[in-house]
């Protein structure tokens, strides 16, 4: 039986998300790896950790990883 080709997944992409338990994506912030002294207190509490993506940014996203 014949099957379709495989998709490839983008390396540099897969490195960088991840899959929650209901499936969506989630990835580190921007803007957070130098320079805090230039941004405030509350910037910086509200930029730790990770953030979902959007609706519209999943979609584009997620055929770059289809077996995350």
Do not use: E
Not at 18 to 31: F, I
Not at 51 to 63: F, G, H, N, Q, Y
Request: aromatic letters at 6%; hydrophobic letters at 30%.
């Amino acid at each position: 039986m014949a099957k379709g080709p495989k998709m490839k997944t983008v390396r540099g992409a897969a490195k960088r998300l991840k899959r929650t338990a209901k499936g969506k994506l989630k990835a580190k912030r921007a803007n957070t790896s130098h320079n805090f002294t230039a941004w405030s207190s509350k910037y910086k509490r509200q930029h730790r950790g990770t953030r979902s993506l959007d609706a519209v940014d999943t979609k584009m996203v997620a055929r770059c990883v289809p077996y995350i």
